[in-house]
């Protein structure tokens, strides 16, 4: 018979899946735009899991002599404050360092349930079609209707760790960290899973035509084990490159909304609102706020980046 | 001595990828002479398509002529600027590809794509160019060109399409014309026509043709001379006569043998597929790239690079096999194994009065008040067939016809509209697949036409089996399940290690095979095969076929075979109903079918069919025309619209009525029985001095035929006398 071997009953070797991770990141490397954003990225990364053992300052001690220094300058107990410190004397490199924590961890959190909700919508709404979509697709444009901004304000404002709603969840025993962070959680999450919902269910439309899809429907399998074992793996290619570029929007809008007061509570460092709170000072507190942008500008820059390189390879063959 | 049109001298070209240089065409020659039409034939991957932008120059951003000379009327096209290439590109040569839809700007009426062609490159204004556009749009026969001018491409049919390409590659007058596998894309009879006024080109514009084609038989329609390629070479070339009947090289031989001629009978006289597989670029054998697939292989000779040789005594004719005058052409015959017919058990399928409508619904308040607010669609109307235990009825027909629709009722992807659809006597037409009792979702399952569409991109082929077995109740825990899922790879001949391998890691033959192994892991008392072979590779087509037939014979599955092409399904199928626009329009045993009396939609398919043969000799049978769509069928008889035996307004205003001219013969038409019976055979065997050719012309011996035994043991002589006529009483029209 034609393209075949001999059947063979010799135990086979799997691959592992770390071994396959290792492969694809190595790819990477022939994109050096993607590489230049992996760096960026895993800076912070490692700025964010190391900054207990590296040798910081205490991030929230004052220094009631030192505010507003410029980078470099001595510290009252014979270290340096790298970076300056800010207007209650605080070390800015450490909170920085400290503060990559907050951000990093927030704006994944968020964008991974904005990604979820989004993507269980967008499967639910392209493969069912009918009804579904009409609804789905309705109460997605009904969130895209708001410029974005203005409906975290009023999600943010109207759940205030004060407010009722906010109350109960204090009662249950949330911190107002917590409480705050999930407020912004949903936040994200309503005003990004509706665009996230819009991709999803373009490339299911595409997908679902196929004919894998009809021998799973034909074999009898429901709807749920379609949309999630069939459909979703499938269109995990442009959505990785999406999730990489999406992350860097969630962690603008986290600062932003720290930059307005709405972010985390204080005294955590907060890269939006470490340039808030300097912002009265004028040319004094240049230093100040040139740091935490850097900071916000190079952990996007380096997550755009890197979808650009993801997109640029997943397009090679 | 006239100069070539196109001389390509060693030409090598390679493709630059990640992993390095490839080279996808090495050591290719290859003369066109002023009028002359070549052909070019190979399988997927051979580097056939390469040739043509090669010549192009227009190799893209990652390819490139690293070798050879590539004149065009006697100079190197290589030496000429981005300039030059463009005068040439477009007004000499021109090229027309397989998707028209994909040529044509949608943006864009015809006339604006038309004219643009001799205004850019002769400066003419756009009065005479237009005029020039309509006398072209006329010579590629599309009938009132002032509307094809106005309309933009989607208002146009697909083989009216493709006619417009030729035409706008004809403007300018090129002095070549590139067709890469320009009918592909259509339906038979549609395909037919296009075919008749490539073969014109030559004759009435003087220009000369490169055909680029899968399809031995177009070749064989269209072309002077035919080049064979294979893995990046050409390894024959030589006039049609002289490749087709006396090849010279083994893969030539086996790709002959890999098709189903008329003769080949999946019993008597089987396919041969060529064994092994074709080498990626990579993995080229040094010498003979054909080596590990040959019969003749020496050690020592084929190893080593072998140049293209003169066949002694027959000029013109080369090949690329160092042991060609040593193999005994006469004899060398690849020959399947011989097997027993299967006998049929009883009645599994029956269709009665099966109907299928589609609602389309117009929402517009126009249609509102008008009250034409939903209209149907009738995908199938009045079906009436049955198919018995281990016996295979193909389902024949262009696109459009409703045998996919009857596919989806079957499977319970689609509820009938009205009719019974018995399996073992029970109705499924009406039961989703939601309402199936799992032991019937196992009974009933499908093989699907594109290997590439079929398997699930991100999960191993073993976890694809896998869910079938546990879903289907016929191995519970991974232990039971694995030996099972290794079981199945055994049953369709591939190695175990597939189960950890990716669908992307196989080719389409090989997923060809998991899609079938898919299909029949749960024991199916009914297979629906979805033009399974139509796009697989000549030369693994046949092995499919035949593992078909094989796992029919050991599980005596009753088997739907959808198609459209008509020489399989005579090699595969017990029995055949004929659709069109909805409606069987002929069924019967094979023999019945391919024999007269004729539906006369039947004789245009069966003449439309390209048959690689010399010796067959066609009546030719040209539809006017095209499909007409089904949401809008013509009155009276479907196929009035396009029939050459029309009789008259009786065709326009009633349905005609089922005729069954012999038992089990059915054919709807208003033609008296006389008239029908009176019909003379479409496909006729001209010569009979080659021996191999007659051998070939075995007549179609059939499975034992369900309605009729008393017909069942036809004697050979009395269906060759039917079959094998002399040139002289088949008089052409």
């Not at chain 2, 769509?629 to 009276?636: A, C, D, E, L, W």
């Amino acid at each position: 018979m034609t393209d075949i071997a001999a059947p063979s009953a010799a135990p086979v070797h799997r691959p592992s899946r770390l071994s396959k991770l290792v492969k694809s990141i190595g790819l990477l490397r022939e994109s050096p735009i993607g590489m230049l954003g992996a760096f960026l990225v895993l800076f912070w990364v490692c700025a964010a899991i190391f900054a207990d053992v590296l040798p910081l300052r205490d991030p929230l001690a004052q220094s009631a002599p030192d505010l507003l220094r410029p980078a470099l300058s001595p510290a009252p107990d014979g270290g340096t404050f790298w970076l300056g410190t800010d207007d209650k004397g605080r070390d800015i490199l450490s909170r920085l360092f400290f503060g990559s924590r907050l951000v990093l961890f927030w704006a994944s959190f968020a964008t991974f349930v904005a990604y979820s909700v989004g993507m269980l919508m967008g499967v639910a709404a392209g493969y069912r079609g009918g009804w579904w979509d009409e609804i789905l697709s309705f109460i997605g444009n009904v969130f895209l209707a708001f410029p974005q901004m203005v409906l975290y304000i009023v999600i943010l404002t109207q759940l205030r760790p004060d407010s009722p709603a906010g109350e109960l969840l204090a009662a249950a025993g949330f911190t107002t960290v917590w409480i705050k962070g999930l407020t912004i959680v949903l936040a994200i999450m309503l005003g990004t899973a509706p665009q996230v919902m819009r991709i999803v269910r373009g490339l299911v439309l595409d997908l679902k035509s196929r004919d894998y899809i009809a021998a799973a429907e034909v074999r009898g399998e429901s709807p749920f084990y379609i949309m999630i074992v069939e459909l979703l793996p499938n269109a995990r290619g442009p959505l990785i490159v999406d999730a990489c570029l999406r992350l860097g929007y969630v962690t603008i809008a986290i600062a932003a909304l720290g930059f307005l007061g709405l972010g985390l509570p204080p005294p955590d460092p907060d890269w939006g609102k470490m340039i808030s709170e300097v912002r009265g000072y004028g040319a004094a507190a240049g230093n100040a706020m040139i740091w935490p942008a850097l900071a916000i500008s190079t952990l996007v820059l380096g997550l755009n980046l890197l979808a650009d390189g993801l997109r640029e390879i997943s397009l090679r063959d | 001595m006239v100069t070539p049109v196109l001389e390509l001298k060693d030409v090598s070209i390679s493709y630059y990828t990640r992993a390095g240089a490839v080279p996808a065409v090495y050591d290719f020659s290859l003369t066109v002479n002023p009028g002359e039409a070549v052909g070019i034939v190979g399988e997927s991957g051979c580097g056939k398509s390469t040739v043509a932008l090669a010549i192009m120059q227009y190799m893209g951003k990652n390819g490139a002529v690293t070798g050879g000379e590539i004149r065009f009327m006697g100079r190197d096209m290589r030496t000429m600027s981005e300039e030059e290439l463009r005068k040439i590109r477009g007004s000499q040569i021109a090229m027309v590809y397989q998707e028209p839809m994909a040529s044509l700007n949608p943006a864009m009426v015809i006339r604006d794509q038309l004219i643009e062609v001799p205004m850019i490159h002769e400066g003419i204004d756009a009065r005479a160019a237009e005029k020039r556009a309509i006398e072209l749009l006329d010579a590629v026969r599309l009938p009132d060109p002032q509307r094809i001018l106005n309309s933009y491409p989607h208002q146009l049919s697909g083989g009216q399409q493709q006619r417009a390409v030729i035409a706008m590659a004809l403007l300018s007058n090129p002095k070549l014309l590139l067709l890469d596998e320009p009918t592909t894309a259509l339906d038979v009879t549609v395909e037919a026509g296009v075919v008749e006024l490539i073969k014109d080109i030559s004759k009435r514009f003087g220009t000369s043709m490169i055909y680029i084609s899968h399809n031995l038989g177009l070749i064989l329609e269209t072309c002077n001379r035919i080049c064979v390629m294979y893995s990046g070479q050409s390894v024959e070339l030589g006039s049609v006569g002289q490749v087709f009947d006396q090849m010279r090289h083994p893969y030539t031989r086996g790709l002959f043998s890999s098709i189903p001629l008329p003769g080949a009978d999946r019993f008597s006289h089987p396919l041969v597929p060529i064994r092994g597989q074709l080498p990626l670029p990579r993995d080229r054998p040094t010498g003979c790239t054909f080596s590990p697939r040959c019969d003749f292989f020496v050690p020592g000779r084929c190893d080593k690079p072998i140049p293209m040789l003169d066949i002694k005594g027959d000029p013109g004719h080369e090949a690329r096999c160092v042991r060609y005058d040593e193999i005994d052409w006469a004899k060398y015959k690849p020959k399947g194994v011989e097997t027993e017919p299967m006998e049929p058990g009883p009645v599994v399928l029956k269709v009665n009065d099966f109907k299928k409508y589609y609602e389309i619904r117009d929402n517009s308040i126009g249609a509102l008040i008008a009250g034409t607010g939903s209209r149907y669609v009738k995908a199938a109307e009045r079906l009436d067939f049955e198919a018995r235990e281990a016996e295979t009825v193909a389902i024949v027909g262009e696109s459009g016809c409703g045998k996919s629709t009857f596919a989806k009722v079957l499977m319970g992807l689609e509820t009938s509209t009205g009719g019974e659809v018995l399996v073992n006597g029970i109705d499924v037409g009406k039961l989703p697949v939601k309402k199936r009792p799992a032991g019937m979702i196992s009974g009933l399952q499908i093989v699907f036409q594109n290997p590439f569409e079929t398997l699930n991109p991100s999960h191993s082929v073993g976890a694809q089996i896998g869910r079938v077995l546990k879903k289907f109740g016929v191995a519970k825990g991974s232990e039971e399940i694995e030996r099972k899922t290794h079981e199945l790879l055994d049953f369709v001949k591939l190695p175990r290690e597939f189960a950890q391998r990716k669908p992307r890691q196989l080719s389409g033959g090989q997923k060809q095979r998991i899609g079938i192994a898919r299909a029949f892991g749960g024991n199916a008392a009914v297979v629906v095969a979805d033009e399974p072979v139509s796009a697989l590779d000549v030369s693994v087509q046949a092995a499919v076929t035949g593992l078909l037939t094989d796992i029919q014979r050991k599980k005596r599955t009753t088997m739907v075979f959808i198609s459209h092409d008509l020489s399989v399904v005579r090699y595969l199928a017990d029995r055949i109903c004929v659709m069109y626009l909805g409606r069987i329009m002929e069924q019967g045993t094979t023999d019945q079918v391919f024999n007269p009396p004729y539906h006369p939609y039947t004789e245009a398919l069966l003449s439309a069919v390209p048959i690689a043969d010399t010796s067959v000799v066609k009546k030719k049978i040209v539809l006017k025309g095209e499909l007409p769509s089904p949401m809008n069928p013509p009155s009276g008889c479907p196929f009035q619209t396009r029939c050459h035996r029309k009789i008259g307004l009786i065709c326009e205003t009633e349905l005609p009525p089922v005729k069954e001219l012999a038992p089990g013969h059915k054919i709807m038409c208003h033609l008296p029985d006389e008239e029908l019976r009176a019909m003379e055979p479409v496909i006729a065997i001209a010569r009979k001095e080659i021996d191999e050719t007659v051998s070939a012309a075995t007549p179609v011996e059939d499975a034992p035929m369900s309605q009729a035994p008393a017909q069942l043991k036809v004697k050979k002589g009395s269906v060759r006398k039917s079959l094998v006529k002399t040139p002289g009483d088949n008089a052409q029209p």
